[in-house]
């Protein structure tokens, strides 16, 4: 029969082991993901990156000149500088360089999916998230940060930053069963309280600026959904700024509340990642175009696949412990 003696090393054991309101919400939901399975998921999302680099379009000039060169327009020279480097020479040598970027994304891929050796899954995960940051300053113009106009809505902070969030929260330790890195509801609250900051800046909150948050998800949807899409942001266009306003206005209230209940525990954070979830999907259909991958010209899925993986990884994380 157990001792009914609470112990200080038992009050410090596992959530797993806490009692009833102590855990976090994976503990009481009954959900759970392992590192080793973050790293298989995320593994999928470099894989489906990869199908897309294989693309024909990739191999021409016009991944540098069309998709990389236009990220960095309005951006500091921190960015411009060697961003303009990298578009010289890609565009120079555009099927040499593409025939290292697919293989590459599709090697950290499959190795995410298959490697489970310690020593081996930590070269991986290092490979991938020196990568995954590359693309985000050269290829991505570190998501349009520095520009004054960029959006969570249209993918800020940018899909390759996501993949190495991701990637060090998955970061294998000794027992591929922990959950991922403690730190990441702090990181859940700098991404989505960056993201709400980004949304009351006067460029997101007028009729122009929210009309052309659908109207660039148009250019990349379906056809099915690019003319709806369109009707609609012409519509958003000719309301009243005021109107405008009160609707940036709930658009930012919804993400700090995201912001903040990732750092909350129970059926708060859960409300959180529910929330997550919603604006994740209603963005990438309405402002993402599901990332443009019928296009031809996607280098990716966009952000809502990542920022849904995330709000996995979030609801897997260890609580606040509580002593009683």
């Not at 309280?193 to 007028?206: E, I, K, R």
Request: charged share 10%; with cysteine.
């Amino acid at each position: 029969m157990p001792s009914v003696t609470t112990t200080s090393e038992q009050l410090r054991s596992s959530d797993d082991a806490a009692p009833a309101g102590a855990g976090p919400a994976s503990a009481r939901s009954g959900f759970r993901l392992t590192r080793r399975q973050l790293r298989a998921a995320l593994g999928v999302l470099w894989v489906i990156a990869a199908c897309l680099q294989f693309q024909p379009f990739m191999f021409s000039k016009g991944l540098a000149l069309e998709i990389v060169a236009p990220e960095a327009a309005g951006q500091p020279p921190i960015v411009t500088g060697p961003v303009g480097l990298f578009v010289r020479a890609v565009s120079s040598h555009p099927a040499a360089f593409n025939w290292v970027f697919a293989p590459a994304e599709l090697g950290i891929g499959v190795a995410l999916l298959l490697v489970s050796r310690h020593r081996a899954a930590r070269w991986v995960s290092g490979v991938g998230v020196a990568m995954a940051l590359g693309i985000w300053w050269l290829g991505e113009s570190m998501g349009g940060l520095l520009t004054g106009s960029a959006a969570g809505s249209m993918g800020a902070p940018g899909a390759a930053l996501l993949y190495a969030v991701i990637g060090l929260a998955a970061w294998p330790t000794r027992a591929d069963d922990d959950r991922p890195a403690r730190w990441l509801p702090a990181a859940w609250f700098v991404i989505w309280g960056g993201t709400a900051a980004l949304s009351a800046l006067p460029a997101a909150t007028t009729p122009d600026g929210l009309a052309g948050q659908v109207l660039m998800g148009s250019t990349m949807s379906p056809g099915f959904l690019a003319r709806p899409e369109y009707a609609f942001a012409e519509r958003i266009s000719r309301v009243s700024a005021g109107t405008a306003l009160v609707v940036a206005a709930v658009v930012v209230a919804v993400q700090v509340m995201i912001a903040i209940g990732g750092l909350l525990t129970g059926r708060l954070r859960t409300v959180a990642a529910a929330l997550a979830l919603a604006f994740a999907a209603l963005t990438w259909m309405l402002c993402q175009g599901f990332g443009g991958i019928t296009t031809g010209e996607a280098t990716d899925v966009a952000t809502a696949p990542l920022l849904a993986l995330l709000t996995a990884a979030l609801m897997s994380t260890s609580g606040v412990r509580r002593i009683r």
